[in-house]
């Protein structure tokens, strides 16, 4: 059974960068696309972005200006940067794992989430 | 950018279905699939690509998919299908492909 781990601050001060990263455990992170989402307190879901194995990258154009994504097949990893953030970035952030073909891209394995507060 | 539209909430009462839609332009043309998000959980998949359900979701989760709506429907309501639910689809009409969400719909069991 695939399972995601997020880690990383849950506290970062406005202007500065947050940084996260998922840890896959029971599979292999090779061959598969992987995202992050967020989803504000009381409010939906945002997607941010996907990442294949490969380094490949796409992200949402809202948030693209400030958001990077790297990948460590060597650790099952890959993390998430996001640069000059505000309160507007308070969210509990996820990782997952992405199914995808021609027909379609959806989202099998989540992560528990963690909550990153930006304040100072 | 492609828009998915839900309803903010739908109730039902125990044992009757509830009905979920997700309207977006042409949206009978995606795949599309849903997720249910009990407070404090990460979201779970429960139908993907229109109607398929993943190992271990009940057959009383069912999709369709046509024209302008998606629906996903939950039959012999229980209470423990209280939730949030959010459509997906994947949009690559435009030169920056991306995960579409609806806004999700609280379904409240009465």
């Known amino acids: 059974q695939v399972q995601l781990q997020e880690s990383g601050p849950g506290l970062v001060k406005p202007s500065e960068t947050l940084s996260l990263t998922c840890t896959v455990s029971g599979g292999s992170i090779s061959s598969y696309y992987w995202s992050w989402i967020r989803q504000p307190a009381g409010k939906g879901l945002e997607w941010i972005g996907r990442?294949?194995?490969?380094?490949?990258?796409n992200y949402n154009p809202s948030l693209k200006s400030r958001v990077t994504m790297s990948v460590d097949t060597s650790k099952n990893q890959f993390s998430l940067k996001l640069s000059s953030v505000t309160a507007a970035d308070t969210a509990v952030y996820y990782c997952?794992?992405?199914?995808?073909?021609?027909?379609?891209?959806?989202?099998?394995?989540w992560g528990q989430g963690t909550l990153v507060t930006v304040s100072s | 950018s492609y828009v998915l539209t839900q309803p903010p909430s739908v109730s039902v009462a125990p044992g009757k279905t509830a009905r979920i839609t997700c309207g977006g332009n042409n949206i009978g043309s995606k795949s599309v699939h849903w997720y249910q998000q009990k407070p404090g959980q990460a979201p779970v998949l429960v139908i993907y690509y229109d109607s398929d359900r993943p190992s271990g979701i009940p057959e009383r989760f069912s999709g369709s998919n046509s024209g302008n709506t998606a629906t996903l429907t939950i039959s012999r309501v229980e209470a423990g299908d209280e939730a949030d639910y959010y459509c997906?689809?994947?949009?690559?009409?435009?030169?920056?492909?991306?995960?579409?969400f609806g806004g999700g719909t609280k379904l409240t069991v009465l």
């Open positions: 997906q689809v994947w949009d690559s009409s435009s030169d920056h492909p991306r995960v579409v």
């Open positions: 990442i294949y194995t490969s380094g490949s990258t």
């Open positions: 997952a794992r992405a199914e995808y073909d021609s027909s379609g891209y959806y989202l099998d394995y």
